[in-house]
């Protein structure tokens, strides 16, 4: 069964406007619409919670909305296992929440992490601090369901930890943007709530010192923690950090740091700060309303300041870009966030942090644009050496091309 949606303006993506809106009230129903669609070849673009609708590139068509939120959500949870399942539209923030009953938790601060489905996260799959410490989403993935547009639900993986032979097929949906398939359920295997996290700041108008303390910072905080440098616009910096583990082992590392900022040359301030200002941060990019545009790096960490630097140098090159970082040395991990006054000067910023990218064997993406227009951005950059690949499975996968097309890379 499904019901149809005549408010299509709140389904826009990227200026387009579905022709109509359908809500599946099953996995079944939702894959027998895939069906359907495919031998029509309507082109349809799932839609979960909606705030992650700006990742990818502008759709080919737009004739189908599959607002997936009546499908009904459930959560199973096995404590003594270590594992839990929940369908795809669980919030991200209700899931913690109930594993936390059982000082349990998943380990993931993505950008805008609670608000989001646990579909939507996969399959946007975007990095958070804590990947630097806990490894990435893809890592506690145990099994999934998908509806595809052969009008079938596929498993893959399971419920327990260890049941994986062969190719996981799980991983191809994880960051494809529901260009494979559509997920409508997650396993995930678990872990014990730590005794004890702590989030910290440091305020200092000496940008070149906070930078070389960010990295002492990340070698001191080691598997127990991350340090986040942020540069605004003006110049202004600040190290953001968490530290997680037992009381001892965070007593010890908190002990550590301040012994660091005592002995630094210039006059240094730790501040604790609540969760709530840790996850801000996180939301880098994704919380401001104005034109702009997000860019991410990824490159090894070795490189990760001295790309850094070269973008502060672009910066200082251009007095009309008023640019944000927020720079994580231990994941090798760069966004920059561009507020624009002119849009060819954005278009020539962007691609010349790509090409000091290139040098160093990174890449950029473009994360988010608000309301800037794609046609004139390269969302995804080059294409990689694995296109070929990509696009087999896509044309396997969904061989009329109706899944979320145009808006992954190269235009699958």
């Known amino acids: 069964m499904v019901s149809v949606d ?6 826009k993506v ?6 109509k809106t359908i809500s599946p009230k099953s996995p079944e129903s939702l894959a027998d619409l895939l069906r359907i669609a495919s031998e029509n070849r309507w082109n349809v673009i799932p839609f979960g919670f909606g705030n992650m609708m700006n990742i990818g590139s502008i759709p080919n068509g737009y004739d189908i909305a599959l607002d997936l939120n009546q499908i009904p959500k459930y959560i199973q949870h096995n404590s003594e296992d270590l594992t839990v399942t929940c369908s795809s539209n669980t919030s991200f923030g209700e899931l913690n929440l109930k594993l936390q009953e059982k000082q349990q938790w998943l380990p993931f601060d993505s950008p805008l992490i609670n608000d989001q489905s646990v579909g939507g996260l996969l399959a946007c799959n975007l990095p958070g601090s804590l990947n630097a410490c806990f490894g990435y989403i893809r890592d506690y993935v145990i099994g999934m369901k998908t509806a595809t547009p052969f009008g079938q639900i596929t498993k893959s993986g399971g419920t327990v930890v260890k049941n994986v032979t062969g190719f996981d097929l799980t991983r191809l949906h994880i960051g494809a943007l529901g260009t494979l398939g559509i997920i409508t359920e997650a396993s995930f295997k678990i872990i014990p709530l730590p005794e004890r996290q702590i989030y910290l700041r440091i305020d200092n108008e000496n940008t ?13 905080l080691q598997s127990f923690g991350v340090a986040e440098l942020l540069i605004d616009s003006l110049g202004v910096a600040s190290i953001y950090m968490t530290c997680i583990g037992t009381e001892k082992v965070v007593n010890e590392k908190l002990l550590e740091i301040k012994t660091i900022l005592f002995d630094h040359e210039i006059d240094l301030t730790l501040n604790e700060i609540a969760e709530k200002e840790w996850l801000n941060i996180q939301d880098f990019g994704w919380v401001n309303e104005d ?9 090894l960490p070795t490189d990760t300041i001295k790309i850094l630097q070269q973008i502060n140098r672009i910066v200082a090159d251009n007095k009309k870009e008023r640019i944000d970082t927020l720079t994580n040395s231990k994941r090798g991990v760069i966004k920059y966030k561009i507020n624009p006054d002119n849009i060819e000067d954005t278009i020539q910023i962007t691609e010349n942090i790509r090409d000091k990218v290139k040098k160093h064997s990174g890449y950029t993406v473009i994360e988010n644009s608000g309301t800037f227009d794609k046609n004139k951005l390269n969302i995804w950059g080059d294409i990689p050496e694995s296109f070929p690949l990509m ?11 109706i899944l979320n097309s145009g808006r992954f890379i190269g235009g699958i």
């Open 14 to 19: 990227d200026g387009y406007i579905p022709s």
């Open 391 to 401: 696009r087999k499975l896509k044309s396997e996968f969904d061989p009329v091309n």
């Open 208 to 220: 070149n010192a906070l930078i070389d303390l960010s990295s002492l910072l990340n070698s001191i």
């Open 291 to 299: 034109d702009f545009v997000l860019g991410r790096i990824n490159c």
């Open 6 to 11: 005549h408010d299509l303006e709140k389904y």
